[in-house]
Protein backbone atom coordinates (compact mmCIF):
# COMPACT_ATOMS: atom_id res chain seq x y z
CA UNK A 1 0.00 0.00 0.00
CA UNK A 2 1.17 3.30 -0.62
CA UNK A 3 2.25 6.17 2.42
CA UNK A 4 -0.81 8.18 1.02
CA UNK A 5 -3.00 5.71 1.33
CA UNK A 6 -2.11 5.31 5.12
CA UNK A 7 -2.42 9.32 5.33
CA UNK A 8 -5.55 9.25 3.50
CA UNK A 9 -6.72 6.74 5.65
CA UNK A 10 -5.86 8.32 8.76
CA UNK A 11 -6.87 11.28 8.13
CA UNK A 12 -10.55 10.04 7.04
CA UNK A 13 -10.38 8.46 10.64
CA UNK A 14 -10.24 11.72 12.06
CA UNK A 15 -7.03 11.02 13.36
CA UNK A 16 -3.62 13.56 13.29
CA UNK A 17 -1.03 11.26 12.36
CA UNK A 18 1.69 10.88 15.25
CA UNK A 19 4.26 11.73 12.94
CA UNK A 20 3.96 12.97 9.36
CA UNK A 21 7.33 13.20 6.48
CA UNK A 22 6.56 15.15 3.45
CA UNK A 23 9.12 15.37 0.93
CA UNK A 24 12.42 15.05 2.70
CA UNK A 25 15.33 14.98 1.22
CA UNK A 26 19.08 14.81 2.06
CA UNK A 27 22.18 14.66 0.00
CA UNK A 28 25.76 14.60 1.82
CA UNK A 29 28.03 15.83 -1.26
CA UNK A 30 27.16 13.17 -4.55
CA UNK A 31 25.28 10.83 -1.97
CA UNK A 32 21.66 10.82 -1.56
CA UNK A 33 20.99 9.33 1.79
CA UNK A 34 17.41 10.34 1.73
CA UNK A 35 15.34 10.73 -1.57
CA UNK A 36 12.01 13.22 -1.33
CA UNK A 37 10.40 10.67 1.53
CA UNK A 38 7.02 11.25 2.38
CA UNK A 39 5.67 8.63 5.41
CA UNK A 40 2.28 8.82 7.67
CA UNK A 41 2.60 7.25 11.34
CA UNK A 42 -0.85 6.92 12.23
CA UNK A 43 -1.52 7.51 15.71
CA UNK A 44 -1.84 5.53 17.97
CA UNK A 45 0.69 2.63 15.96
CA UNK A 46 3.48 0.95 16.69
CA UNK A 47 5.50 1.76 13.48
CA UNK A 48 8.94 -0.52 12.26
CA UNK A 49 11.60 1.32 9.44
CA UNK A 50 13.43 -1.47 8.09
CA UNK A 51 16.56 -1.37 5.32
CA UNK A 52 19.54 -2.61 4.70
CA UNK A 53 22.94 -0.82 5.60
CA UNK A 54 22.73 2.69 4.15
CA UNK A 55 19.17 2.46 3.52
CA UNK A 56 18.89 6.19 5.19
CA UNK A 57 16.74 4.94 7.99
CA UNK A 58 18.66 7.19 10.69
CA UNK A 59 18.95 9.96 8.25
CA UNK A 60 15.15 10.28 8.14
CA UNK A 61 14.87 9.58 11.69
CA UNK A 62 17.52 12.39 12.39
CA UNK A 63 15.48 15.04 10.23
CA UNK A 64 11.92 13.59 11.29
CA UNK A 65 12.83 14.54 15.06
CA UNK A 66 14.66 17.42 14.51
CA UNK A 67 18.05 17.18 14.45
CA UNK A 68 19.32 17.20 11.43
CA UNK A 69 17.90 19.67 9.06
CA UNK A 70 16.65 18.64 5.30
CA UNK A 71 17.49 19.85 2.57
CA UNK A 72 14.01 19.91 1.38
CA UNK A 73 10.48 18.89 2.76
CA UNK A 74 8.96 18.77 6.40
CA UNK A 75 8.12 16.78 9.41
CA UNK A 76 4.95 16.87 11.60
CA UNK A 77 4.47 15.45 15.04
CA UNK A 78 0.72 15.39 15.80
CA UNK A 79 0.18 18.36 13.56
CA UNK A 80 3.08 20.45 15.27
CA UNK A 81 5.84 21.31 12.29
CA UNK A 82 9.03 20.48 14.03
CA UNK A 83 11.32 22.79 12.81
CA UNK A 84 8.78 25.52 12.50
CA UNK A 85 7.45 24.97 16.12
CA UNK A 86 10.70 23.22 17.69
CA UNK A 87 10.06 23.70 21.49
CA UNK A 88 6.12 22.12 21.02
CA UNK A 89 7.31 19.13 19.34
CA UNK A 90 10.01 18.48 20.89
CA UNK A 91 7.38 18.11 24.30
CA UNK A 92 5.49 15.50 22.16
CA UNK A 93 8.07 13.29 21.38
CA UNK A 94 10.88 11.06 23.16
CA UNK A 95 13.90 10.68 21.27
CA UNK A 96 16.60 7.76 21.31
CA UNK A 97 18.98 8.70 18.52
CA UNK A 98 21.91 6.52 17.03
CA UNK A 99 24.98 7.53 18.45
CA UNK A 100 23.67 8.93 21.92
CA UNK A 101 25.57 11.94 22.66
CA UNK A 102 24.54 12.92 26.44
CA UNK A 103 26.21 13.94 29.53
CA UNK A 104 28.77 10.67 30.55
CA UNK A 105 29.98 12.24 33.73
CA UNK A 106 27.06 11.50 35.70
CA UNK A 107 25.60 8.38 37.34
CA UNK A 108 21.78 7.22 35.59
CA UNK A 109 19.80 8.64 38.05
CA UNK A 110 21.73 12.02 37.92
CA UNK A 111 21.73 11.57 34.45
CA UNK A 112 17.96 11.39 34.65
CA UNK A 113 17.51 14.14 37.28
CA UNK A 114 20.13 16.41 35.23
CA UNK A 115 17.25 15.96 32.49
CA UNK A 116 14.38 16.26 34.58
CA UNK A 117 15.11 19.55 35.41
CA UNK A 118 16.00 21.00 32.41
CA UNK A 119 12.81 20.19 31.09
CA UNK A 120 11.15 21.85 34.47
CA UNK A 121 9.69 18.33 35.36
CA UNK A 122 8.35 19.09 39.36
CA UNK A 123 11.12 17.79 41.53
CA UNK A 124 8.77 15.07 43.51
CA UNK A 125 7.64 13.83 40.58
CA UNK A 126 11.13 13.61 38.94
CA UNK A 127 12.47 11.64 41.84
CA UNK A 128 9.63 8.87 41.39
CA UNK A 129 9.81 8.91 37.67
CA UNK A 130 13.57 8.35 37.82
CA UNK A 131 12.85 5.79 40.36
CA UNK A 132 10.84 3.79 37.99
CA UNK A 133 12.81 3.99 35.30
CA UNK A 134 15.69 2.87 36.90
CA UNK A 135 13.91 -0.33 38.17
CA UNK A 136 12.08 -1.42 35.06
CA UNK A 137 14.82 -0.53 32.78
CA UNK A 138 17.32 -2.86 35.86
CA UNK A 139 19.93 -0.04 36.08
CA UNK A 140 20.26 0.13 39.70
CA UNK A 141 22.28 -1.93 40.46
CA UNK A 142 24.84 0.34 38.62
CA UNK A 143 23.90 2.96 41.00
CA UNK A 144 27.20 4.22 41.32
CA UNK A 145 28.48 3.95 37.80
CA UNK A 146 29.28 6.76 35.31
CA UNK A 147 27.18 6.28 31.94
CA UNK A 148 30.70 6.83 30.56
CA UNK A 149 31.85 3.28 32.02
CA UNK A 150 28.40 1.90 30.72
CA UNK A 151 28.22 -1.21 28.14
CA UNK A 152 26.72 -0.30 25.09
CA UNK A 153 23.21 -2.33 26.20
CA UNK A 154 22.90 0.08 29.30
CA UNK A 155 23.54 3.24 26.84
CA UNK A 156 20.48 2.29 25.27
CA UNK A 157 18.65 1.76 28.21
CA UNK A 158 19.60 4.89 30.08
CA UNK A 159 18.81 6.32 25.95
CA UNK A 160 15.31 4.95 26.38
CA UNK A 161 14.89 6.40 30.16
CA UNK A 162 15.52 9.73 29.36
CA UNK A 163 13.51 9.73 26.12
CA UNK A 164 10.34 8.44 28.09
CA UNK A 165 11.20 10.96 31.34
CA UNK A 166 8.60 13.75 30.14
CA UNK A 167 5.59 11.57 29.03
CA UNK A 168 6.02 11.84 25.47
CA UNK A 169 3.17 10.71 23.21
CA UNK A 170 5.64 9.49 20.42
CA UNK A 171 9.01 7.92 20.97
CA UNK A 172 11.15 7.27 18.18
CA UNK A 173 13.98 5.31 18.21
CA UNK A 174 16.62 4.33 16.20
CA UNK A 175 17.94 0.70 16.36
CA UNK A 176 16.98 0.46 19.77
CA UNK A 177 17.54 -3.36 20.61
CA UNK A 178 20.66 -3.35 18.95
CA UNK A 179 23.35 -4.73 21.67
CA UNK A 180 20.77 -5.59 24.57
CA UNK A 181 20.52 -8.38 25.77
CA UNK A 182 17.71 -10.98 25.49
CA UNK A 183 16.64 -10.10 29.35
CA UNK A 184 16.74 -6.89 28.95
CA UNK A 185 15.30 -6.72 25.40
CA UNK A 186 11.94 -8.72 27.03
CA UNK A 187 12.24 -5.65 29.66
CA UNK A 188 12.21 -3.12 26.68
CA UNK A 189 9.57 -5.14 24.62
CA UNK A 190 7.46 -5.07 27.17
CA UNK A 191 7.55 -1.44 28.57
CA UNK A 192 7.14 -0.07 24.48
CA UNK A 193 4.33 -2.29 24.16
CA UNK A 194 2.45 -1.17 27.46
CA UNK A 195 3.55 2.36 26.62
CA UNK A 196 1.25 1.84 22.97
CA UNK A 197 -1.64 0.14 25.30
CA UNK A 198 -2.02 3.09 26.89
CA UNK A 199 -1.96 5.55 23.60
CA UNK A 200 1.43 6.20 22.55
CA UNK A 201 2.77 6.33 19.50
CA UNK A 202 6.22 4.35 18.40
CA UNK A 203 8.40 4.50 15.36
CA UNK A 204 11.71 2.28 15.70
CA UNK A 205 13.99 1.47 12.99
CA UNK A 206 15.54 -2.02 13.09
CA UNK A 207 17.38 -4.28 11.35
CA UNK A 208 15.87 -7.59 12.91
CA UNK A 209 12.81 -8.65 10.61
CA UNK A 210 11.05 -10.90 13.64
CA UNK A 211 11.90 -8.09 15.99
CA UNK A 212 10.04 -5.83 13.74
CA UNK A 213 7.32 -9.12 12.86
CA UNK A 214 6.46 -9.31 17.08
CA UNK A 215 5.67 -5.74 17.86
CA UNK A 216 4.87 -3.41 14.74
CA UNK A 217 1.51 -3.09 13.41
CA UNK A 218 2.78 -0.85 10.90
CA UNK A 219 5.84 -0.65 8.38
CA UNK A 220 7.75 0.82 6.41
CA UNK A 221 10.81 -0.62 3.82
CA UNK A 222 13.36 2.11 2.46
CA UNK A 223 16.02 1.29 0.32
CA UNK A 224 18.39 3.60 -1.31
CA UNK A 225 17.25 6.73 0.46
CA UNK A 226 13.31 5.79 -0.61
CA UNK A 227 10.31 4.06 0.88
CA UNK A 228 9.67 0.94 -1.21
CA UNK A 229 6.82 -0.04 0.83
CA UNK A 230 4.48 0.94 4.06
CA UNK A 231 1.26 0.49 5.56
CA UNK A 232 -0.02 -2.48 8.09
CA UNK A 233 2.39 -5.22 8.44
CA UNK A 234 -0.25 -7.96 7.01
CA UNK A 235 -0.64 -5.51 3.71
CA UNK A 236 3.18 -5.54 3.41
CA UNK A 237 4.09 -9.04 3.59
CA UNK A 238 0.68 -10.28 2.24
CA UNK A 239 1.12 -14.42 2.11
CA UNK A 240 4.89 -13.85 3.03
CA UNK A 241 7.33 -13.19 6.01
CA UNK A 242 8.50 -9.95 6.37
CA UNK A 243 12.14 -11.08 5.61
CA UNK A 244 11.33 -12.98 2.69
CA UNK A 245 8.91 -9.89 1.55
CA UNK A 246 12.01 -7.21 2.44
CA UNK A 247 14.53 -9.88 0.14
CA UNK A 248 12.11 -9.41 -2.61
CA UNK A 249 11.39 -5.67 -2.49
CA UNK A 250 15.41 -5.27 -1.53
CA UNK A 251 17.21 -7.73 -3.59
CA UNK A 252 19.16 -10.38 -2.09
CA UNK A 253 22.90 -9.79 -2.80
CA UNK A 254 23.94 -11.33 -6.08
CA UNK A 255 27.56 -12.07 -4.75
CA UNK A 256 25.89 -14.08 -1.73
CA UNK A 257 26.49 -17.77 -1.90
CA UNK A 258 29.73 -17.20 -3.92
CA UNK A 259 32.91 -16.37 -3.70
CA UNK A 260 35.17 -16.73 -0.89
CA UNK A 261 35.97 -20.17 -1.54
CA UNK A 262 39.29 -20.20 -0.28
CA UNK A 263 37.62 -19.86 3.41
CA UNK A 264 36.93 -23.72 2.85
CA UNK A 265 39.49 -24.82 1.54
N1 LIG B 1 27.09 12.70 8.02
C1 LIG B 1 27.21 12.05 6.88
N2 LIG B 1 28.11 12.40 5.95
C2 LIG B 1 28.19 11.76 4.77
N3 LIG B 1 27.41 10.72 4.41
C3 LIG B 1 26.50 10.31 5.30
C4 LIG B 1 26.34 10.94 6.57
N4 LIG B 1 25.34 10.31 7.23
C5 LIG B 1 24.90 9.33 6.42
N5 LIG B 1 25.59 9.33 5.27
C6 LIG B 1 25.37 8.43 4.12
O1 LIG B 1 23.97 8.43 3.85
C7 LIG B 1 23.52 7.12 3.53
C8 LIG B 1 22.41 6.71 4.49
O2 LIG B 1 22.97 6.51 5.78
P1 LIG B 1 22.09 6.19 7.07
O3 LIG B 1 23.02 6.15 8.23
O4 LIG B 1 20.95 7.12 7.12
O5 LIG B 1 21.55 4.73 6.71
P2 LIG B 1 20.90 3.64 7.66
O6 LIG B 1 19.76 3.05 6.91
O7 LIG B 1 20.60 4.21 9.00
O8 LIG B 1 22.07 2.57 7.77
P3 LIG B 1 22.45 1.50 8.94
O9 LIG B 1 21.34 0.51 8.94
O10 LIG B 1 23.72 0.93 8.45
O11 LIG B 1 22.57 2.27 10.22
C9 LIG B 1 24.74 6.23 3.56
O12 LIG B 1 25.25 6.12 2.25
C10 LIG B 1 25.72 6.98 4.44
O13 LIG B 1 27.05 6.69 4.10
Not at 185 to 209: C, D, N, P, Q, Y
Amino acid sequence: METDAVAQRSEAAGQVPALRLTGLHKAFGATVAVSHVDLTVPGGSFFGLVGPNGAGKTTALSMAVGLLRPDEGGSEVFGVDVWGDPVQARALMGVLPDGLAMPERLTGRELLTFLGQLRGIEPAVLAERTQELLDVMELNDAETTLVVDYSTGMRKKIGLATALLHGPRLLVLDEPFEAVDPVSAAALKTILIRFVESGGSVVLSSHVMALVEQLCDTVAIMAKGRVVAAGPLAEVRGERTLEQTFVRLVGSDEHAGRGLSWLAS
